[in-house]
């Protein structure tokens, strides 16, 4: 890990934890769930068609919580 890198840390009261891929040093299997704020993305940017677009930050913890339990298919 690099000094000042964001750390894993526990979304408030839920079960969930919020992990930046950047810290990632290995293969791994997970893969894209959401996409956020694809209004501002740049032009080049491809989405993955296995997952959730959000033209903007979900609205609430609950609302992205929501969008990790769905799939856009």
């Known amino acids: 890990m690099v000094c000042g890198s964001p750390v894993p840390n526990k979304l408030k009261d839920t079960s969930l934890m919020w992990i930046p891929a950047g810290l ?3 293969v791994t299997l ?5 996409h956020l704020h694809l209004t501002s993305a740049a ?4 989405e993955s068609d296995s997952c959730v677009w959000l033209k ?7 609302a992205l919580n929501q969008a ?6």
């Open 30 to 34: 997970s893969q894209v769930s959401v």
């Open 68 to 73: 990790l339990q769905r799939k856009n298919r």
């Open 56 to 62: 903007d930050g979900p609205d609430s913890l609950d």
């Open 43 to 46: 032009t080049w940017a491809k």
């Open 24 to 26: 990632l040093d290995g």
